[in-house]
Structure formats: C-alpha cells, structure tokens
C-alpha cells in the first residue's frame, strides 16, 4: 500500500495570498508572503534526481532594462507564454532573493495576468518580510 504522502500531488498555491490579493490589502499581502510559500516561475527546472536543486527562477526584463520578479497565488495563474515550470519558496529564500538582488530588481508584480494583480517595490516586500 502506497502511504498518502507519496501519493499526494504537491500543490502550488497559496490560499492566503489569493485571497490578499482579491482584497487588494497589502497588509494582507506581506501577512501571507511571511507566513507561507511563493508560487514562482522557473526558467530551468529542478533536477529529479537532485531534491537539493529547485531550479532557476524566471524574472522579466522589459525593454528598457527593468527587472520583474513575478510571483503566483497559484501556479495555474501563470501566463502560458511564461516558461512551464513552477516551485514553491519559503519566505526566507524570498527575503534572501530579493536581498541579493536589491539592485537588480525594479518591481514585484502578483498575479500579473490576474485574477488580482497587484505590484510592489521590492523594498516593500523585503521591509514586509523583515516584522
């Protein structure tokens, strides 16, 4: 018999931050985005035979240089002209990310292609994460 821990699909969502967003309240926003995982596209996705490696998060550079880090409330939010592949990250990788990447980073777009999409100064989401 196969236990249910294998035999569960992993889900990429995360209800509160859905649910933040419908409600366009940041608060809520950084509440969910310290308290639980990111849905974020991957550009290369993790090794399987790896469980260490989680893949290369996908960012978006605009015309004009700008960085985007984009994140989902659910992975079947993300656009289809994205790269396939999606994982979840803890509130502590997000905080190093975008510390790592202050300089680099122009903006934190969510949910862009909607339901509810919002956008935020990386400075904001680090400040949000820090409490």
């Known amino acids: 018999m196969a236990s249910s821990r294998s035999s569960r699909k992993q889900e990429f969502r995360s209800e509160a ?7 366009q309240d940041m608060a809520a926003v950084a509440l ?16 399987k035979d790896n469980p ?8 978006y550079r605009d015309a004009d240089g700008n ?13 289809a002209n994205l790269p396939p592949g999606v994982a979840l ?3 502590l ?15 934190v777009f969510f949910d862009i292609a909607g339901p509810h999409p919002m956008q935020a ?8 994460l820090e409490i």
């Open 17 to 23: 931050l859905a649910q933040a967003l419908e409600k």
């Open 32 to 47: 969910a985005l310290r308290n639980g995982n990111t849905v974020l596209p991957l550009m290369k996705p993790a090794a």
């Open 52 to 59: 260490l490696d989680r893949g290369e998060v996908w960012t």
């Open 67 to 79: 960085v985007a880090l984009l994140v989902f409330s659910d992975a079947k939010n993300k656009p």
């Open 89 to 91: 990250y803890s509130p």
């Open 93 to 107: 990788w997000l905080k190093d990310f975008l510390t790592r990447y202050r300089d680099v980073i122009t903006t």
């Open 121 to 128: 100064d990386p400075a904001d989401i680090l400040a949000a």
